[in-house]
């Protein structure tokens, strides 16, 4: 009788405290995977100044780069390059400028924190389990772009622009207390809200406030 009771407890306790999960993809890679990257891509090239060159005819140099999402990075440099009042050029010999792009790092990392009883499989032949009971989940993800970018004049081989070894990240912040939440905060999640106008949390709260609990967010 006590197990019984036991065991009904756990299921309404279970149930009370409510569950939240990220959302599945339905394609290879997530949507907030893929944004990790390209946000992170942006940032870092943002930091590059293409502004000597403008005026040139420039050759975009494709072949030191190898990595994630490697159109994104190919297409995004584009974009600066022509913003920099630059004009593109399919070959080199036809160029002032040649320039060149490396990556040291284009890729995603992700954190778990789970504090609770996980799902318990009873004894068979029960098909049932205990739910899982969550105190606390937290789920941290970050994009991270490391990028070089080299330019010099094509005659000469003089350096133009050296734009170093340029590092970002974006961050998605995704967690859930008590069921409370989930409370989403980031980058990642601040952008999409700006670009939709769609909460990205069934909570709202302040973005100095997405960061609590402190003492459990923080690993």
């Not at 995603?108 to 499989?121: A, K, M, N, Q, Y």
């Not at 010099?152 to 070894?165: E, H």
């Amino acid at each position: 009788m006590n197990s019984r009771f036991l065991l009904l407890a756990c299921c309404i306790l279970g149930a009370a405290c409510g569950c939240a999960t990220m959302k599945e993809s339905d394609t290879s890679r997530t949507g907030v995977e893929q944004l990790l990257i390209s946000t992170a891509v942006d940032r870092t090239l943002d930091k590059v100044d293409l502004t000597p060159l403008r005026g040139a005819q420039v050759y975009v140099e494709e072949k030191y780069l190898d990595c994630t999402d490697k159109n994104y990075v190919i297409v995004s440099l584009h974009q600066r390059v022509m913003r920099a009042g630059c004009t593109l050029v399919d070959k080199p010999d036809t160029a002032d400028v040649i320039l060149e792009v490396a990556s040291g790092a284009v890729g995603t990392d992700r954190d778990e924190l789970f504090v609770g009883i996980p799902s318990i499989p009873l004894a068979m032949p029960s098909p049932i389990s205990v739910p899982k009971m969550s105190v606390y989940d937290r789920v941290k993800a970050m994009g991270t772009a490391k990028l070089r970018v080299l330019a010099y004049d094509a005659k000469t081989r003089q350096p133009l622009v050296d734009g170093g070894a340029q590092l970002s990240r974006a961050d998605y912040r995704h967690w859930d207390l008590l069921g409370a939440g989930p409370i989403v905060s980031g980058k990642v999640s601040q952008d999409l809200t700006a670009a939709t106008g769609e909460s990205q949390s069934i909570v709202d709260v302040p973005a100095s406030l997405a960061k609590v609990p402190k003492a459990l967010g923080r690993r």
